[in-house]
């Protein structure tokens, strides 16, 4: 398994497949991400570019700029025990009802975050997760 949290196996990507079956949406991203050989970077910015989201050439990191945006929902004390428990499904229907981000898009993100420790990830991007 590989430790870099912008890159996901085939491995990876077969169970994302069985968990996401009833997501069309999440299943189309998963396609991108695997001709893209895992890359959720890549994916997640032909995604935006279809999407019509615009990200500035500037940003290095994407999925850690999308993920910035949706922090308020990110950081809940919910998603975080959400994607902890492995239901990356739930991340993906919680940022695509904000209306923040598409759920094609939402799913490189979710994947991302949960790669690389959702907990983890808000603790280090501005103080502690939020409490309800």
């Known amino acids: 398994m590989t430790t870099d949290s912008t890159q996901v196996t085939p491995e990876e990507i077969a169970l994302y497949r069985e968990q996401f079956s009833d997501y069309p949406e ?7 991400i695997e001709e893209c050989d895992g890359d959720l970077k890549q994916a997640a910015s032909s995604l935006a570019l279809e999407s019509g989201i615009v990200i500035s050439k500037k940003v290095p990191d994407i999925l850690d700029e999308l993920a910035r945006k949706s922090r308020n929902i990110v950081c ?8 902890m428990a492995g239901v990356l499904t739930a991340g993906v229907a919680s940022l695509t009802v904000s209306g923040q981000i598409p759920a094609a898009l939402a799913t490189p993100v979710v994947i991302y975050l949960a790669k690389k420790g959702v907990k983890k990830w808000c603790e280090s991007n501005n103080g502690e997760p939020k409490t309800p």
């Open 76 to 83: 809940d004390e919910l998603f975080i025990n959400e994607l």
């Open 26 to 32: 999440s299943l189309d991203a998963l396609d991108l």
